[in-house]
Each structure stands twice: as C-alpha cells, then as structure tokens.
C-alpha cells in the first residue's frame, strides 16, 4: 500500500475529520484522522497490519510492542502475521509508560514498535525508552500516519504507512480560537 492509498482508507471510511480539534497532545488542529474509525473495521485494519508486518518481515524482530490504545490491536495483528508474539505498553502512573500483565523484554530482543497517528511522537518516545529500560533492541518503529510530515525524527529504522503536513497550533496560537470556532477534544490522554 502507498501513502495515497492510506489517505483513501481513511476518507473512504470517513475518519479523516475537519473541524476545530484539540489533539492527544494539547495542540489545536483544523483536520484529525480517527484511526479508531479504521481500526474498527476488521478488514481495513487487516489490510493495514499486512502491510505493516510486510515492511518488517526481514528485520530480525521477536516481538512487536505497541502502546495503549491503538497500538494495541496494531501489535496485535502485525505479530499475527508474523507469527510472533506481540505486548503493549500502558500508561505509567508518574507518566511514560510501563509493561503490566506480566510482560516483559529479554535483553538484546529484537523488537518492533508500531502505532496509530503519529503528532508529536510522545507516544513513540515514551515506548522506546520503556523498551531501552529493558535493554531490548529496536529493530523498527511503524505508523498507520505520520501527520508531522516528517517533522519527528525517529533514530530507528521508521516505517510510516503514509505521511502528510497536517497543521496543528498551540493553543495560544490557534487561528481557530481566535475565530471563536467550537473546539472538539479528541482523544484518550487527559488533559
């Protein structure tokens, strides 16, 4: 699959949103691509996950990690056709991220890391140094949609599905608020 065929997955499913958003991150965006919209749907998200485990089929990896939420059933079924086994990584209660339900990483492992949308790349970073506790190896990192356009830099080999230049503000600095246009969170972090 190419970065336009992506792009039409989530206008055909209608998860490509425009609007006023406040994002995962805090910032403010005119366009959000809800992922759970595809991921909702067995036969996209399995069209997606194929792609993702083609990609990394050759790179050596053991497990494929991902973080809450998304990152979930991304892992889950790249491992699945790969024949691997695949653990997520949930919230921490003093932020970052923790392995729970008896998950772990064996030093040297060689992992994968996918997940969802990817904006500022918090939920990327804090995986990786959470797999970097363990000693572990990072063999890749992959996204359904790098909407920094490139902007984040990942020091592993980064396999976006697609990628695109989606504006997003801080707050104090959103065109939108300053139009008085409604503001929509969207989202599962708390802000």
């Known amino acids: 699959m190419n970065n336009d065929e992506i792009i039409e997955l989530f206008k055909e499913s209608n998860a490509l949103l425009t609007g006023h958003f406040k994002l995962t991150s805090g910032r403010h965006s ?22 993702f485990a083609n990609r990394f089929r050759d790179s050596g990896v053991k497990t494929v990690v991902g973080p809450t939420t998304g990152g979930i059933i991304i892992a889950y079924d790249v491992a699945r056709y790969l024949g691997l086994e695949s653990i997520y990584a949930e ?3 003093d932020g970052g991220r923790v392995f729970k339900r008896g998950f772990s990483l064996e030093k040297g492992e ?82």
């Open 30 to 51: 005119d366009i959000y691509y809800e992922k759970f919209t595809l991921l909702k749907q067995p036969a996209i998200c399995t069209k997606i996950c194929a792609e």
């Open 110 to 191: 060689k992992v994968v890391i996918v997940d969802d949308i990817l904006t500022t790349g918090r939920s990327i970073f804090e995986v990786v140094d959470l797999v970097k506790k363990y000693e572990a190896e990072i063999v890749g990192v992959g996204v359904l949609l790098d909407r920094s356009g490139g902007k984040v830099k990942i020091e592993y080999p980064f396999n976006p599905l697609a990628t695109v230049s989606a504006d997003a503000w801080e707050p104090e600095d959103c065109p939108l608020c300053k139009e008085g246009q409604e503001l929509t969170q969207r989202g599962s972090r708390k802000f």
């Open 91 to 93: 919230a921490g209660d």
